[in-house]
Nanobody, 116 residues
Framework: QVQLVESGGGSVQAGGSLRLSCAAR????????MAWYRQAPGKQRELVAL???????TYADSVKGRFTIAGDNAKNTATLQMNSLKPEDTAVYYC??????????WGQGTQVIVSS
């Protein structure tokens, strides 16, 4: 069973930056996919950025050019660098990971608040 440990998040003014980190812990041999999702109040959870073990990356159109996802296969970690933050980026951000040979897992979520 995998456990996802998230760190980062917090409050920042518009135009600022934050960095989220996620580590997959447990009896796993590796992680095929790691991603960040977010959910704003009253809205559905949406994909923000995804990275595969092979290095393929996908971003939501709304964050392209502002957010950068990076992964470390050896450490089973993923980071999300968020720059030029906007108030509409305010949400709870969730780490997602799909390890090899086991079910995917979600982190507990970390709050990001961007004030105008």
């Amino acid at each position: 069973q995998v456990q996802l440990v998230e760190s980062g998040g917090g409050s920042v003014q518009a135009g600022g930056s934050l960095r989220l980190s996620c580590a997959a812990r447990g009896s796993i041999v590796g992680v095929h996919v790691m991603a960040w999702y977010r959910q704003a109040p009253g809205k559905q959870r949406e994909l923000v950025a995804l990275i595969t073990s092979g290095g393929a990356i996908t971003y939501a159109d709304s964050v392209k050019g502002r957010f950068t996802i990076a992964g470390d296969n050896a450490k089973n970690t993923a980071t999300l660098q968020m720059n030029s933050l906007k108030p509409e980026d305010t949400a709870v951000y969730y780490c997602f990971a799909h390890p090899y040979g086991t079910s995917p897992a979600w982190g507990q979520g970390t709050q990001v608040i961007v004030s105008s």
